[in-house]
């Protein structure tokens, strides 16, 4: 890894310096919705073409900008991996099945450009936290359904080659009571009991899925992830590779340090340990960069 | 002569100002860190008052925090400087490694991740962090410690099999410890 340095800033404090990879700002993926859909992308700086990543924020569908994974784009980037951060329509424009609209065609798009940002089509895996987790597990699942097939001009995704749902709902039905997730279905269950299945990724598991990797933690009482190990045993049911990392002392939002006795801000994705299964997952079903 | 005079006149001045600076008889603590169970881990430290408001602290923590189809080992050293800011604990009036303080901590941690169903190695990772805390210690009863701190860490992260890039990062952070000073 000579992409990077060490430089002494002051006495104490160090950082790491590397090659800042290639970054082109606010790409329009549908222009018919403005900033709300377009994508960050960050290239490495080596010869093509990458597997890549694409990156789904959270925030409840109704918060949240695709600048909250910049430093996990960055560095899948300093690590060989193409990166694009997604924006997609929030609540309430982005009221089911918008949003998962715009994210598979936002992973359409970045098909369809390969070329032209020296991406390998058939290796680009998609990875999302809390409220992207969710959508990165029904792109994953119903990539190939009419209910949630773009209308955009770049038609509908090929299946992503790999999941990464982090702290992701998985059955929305499972907790329909709730007024934020009554907001992004525009309903209750009771109104719209279709919508609810088709929203749940869990009621979408098919054979021929893709592997996934679900990190929940043990601390999130924000998330659900009591819904990561029937996904997981589902995915497996039908043959389909799916693991589960779930870290005790996990938060939403706040993660163990260094120091197992320090807690910090940050997401569970963020974690060592979520990094290190990360990148496994990735070479196995990527390739290595 | 006149000189050895002004000398030992000086010296009886300051003396009592110096020694009244010191901690009236606890110079040591011994904390652990509750959050830590929280992951699967402990953390203890050892602190040792060196000279008027200063303090060093070292300790050692460990965690096991992979659940499910993985499993973690997260073994770390601790460090830490400590500067008092008062003399003596506004609340109890304890004084000495009581009240406000700022410090310096160096962390190191190495992590290593095992897939459980075919107890394959995933890989290992080091993280180093550099800190400035803000906290303050309670003392109760004259031996028991609360302590809570406020951080700004400075995070770096080395991934053994090379696979990732290195990466530093900036977060803030919380510590609580418990224990006793004697």
């Not at chain 1, 890894?1 to 993926?29: H, K, N, Q, S």
């Not at chain 1, 021929?208 to 929940?216: D, M, N, Q, S, T």
């Not at chain 1, 340090?257 to 299964?277: F, K, M, N, R, Y």
Request: net charge negative; with cysteine; charged share 20%.
């Amino acid at each position: 890894m000579g992409r990077c340095r060490v430089l002494f800033l002051l006495p104490f404090f160090t950082a790491l310096g590397c090659r800042a990879p290639i970054e082109i700002e606010d790409v329009p993926y549908d222009t018919r919705y403005g900033d709300s859909t377009t994508m960050d992308i960050y290239l490495p700086d080596e010869s093509g073409p990458q597997p890549a990543v694409m990156l789904i924020h959270g925030g409840a569908w109704r918060f949240g900008d695709k600048r909250h994974f910049d430093n996990a784009a960055r560095r899948f980037a300093r690590s060989g991996y193409a990166a694009a951060s997604i924006n997609y329509r929030l609540v309430p424009k982005g009221v089911f099945p918008n949003a998962a609209m715009d994210v598979g065609c936002a992973l359409a798009f970045l098909q369809k450009h390969a070329d032209e940002y020296s991406i390998d089509p058939d290796r680009i895996a998609v990875m999302g936290y809390s409220a992207g987790g969710h959508l990165a597990s029904l792109l994953g699942v119903a990539w190939d359904e009419e209910f949630i097939a773009p209308d955009c001009e770049w038609g509908a995704p090929k299946r992503p080659r790999a999941v990464i749902p982090g702290a992701g709902a998985q059955d929305l039905r499972e907790r329909a009571d709730a007024e934020w997730i009554q907001d992004f279905m525009g309903g209750t269950l009771q109104e719209i009991p279709d919508k609810y299945q088709q929203a749940s990724p869990i009621a979408q598991v098919d054979a021929g899925e893709p592997p996934f990797l679900l990190i929940v933690g043990g601390g999130d009482f924000i998330g659900v992830p009591e819904q990561s190990r029937p996904m997981r045993d589902a995915l497996r049911a039908v043959g389909t590779e799916a693991d589960e990392l779930r870290l005790a002392g996990g938060g939403h939002l706040l993660q163990p340090g260094v120091d197992p006795g320090e807690i910090q801000l940050g997401v569970l994705t963020e974690s060592p340990e979520a990094w290190l299964v990360i990148a496994d997952f990735l070479a196995r079903h990527l390739g290595e960069p | 002569m006149r000189g050895s005079a002004l000398a030992l006149c000086a010296a009886v001045l300051v003396l009592p100002h110096v020694a009244s600076a010191e901690p009236k008889g606890k110079r040591n603590a011994i904390v652990h860190k509750p959050i830590a169970l929280l992951s699967s881990g402990i953390a203890v430290e050892y602190e040792r008052y060196l000279a008027e408001r200063w303090s060093v602290l070292g300790g050692a923590g460990a965690r096991r925090a992979a659940r499910e189809d993985f499993d973690s080992y997260t073994l770390t050293l601790l460090s830490e400087g400590r500067f008092w800011l008062t003399r003596s604990d506004w609340a109890s009036g304890y004084a000495g490694m009581a009240g406000p303080y700022l410090a310096f901590a160096f962390d190191a941690g190495r992590t290593s991740v095992r897939y459980v169903p075919s107890d394959r190695h995933v890989g290992a990772m080091w993280k180093l962090e550099e800190s400035f805390r803000f906290g303050n210690r309670f003392v109760i009863w004259g031996l028991q410690e609360v302590s809570v701190a406020l951080a700004l860490d400075v995070m770096h992260e080395f991934d053994e099999k090379g696979r990732l890039a290195p990466n530093t990062q900036l977060t803030i952070g919380a510590d609580l410890t418990v224990g006793w000073v004697f």
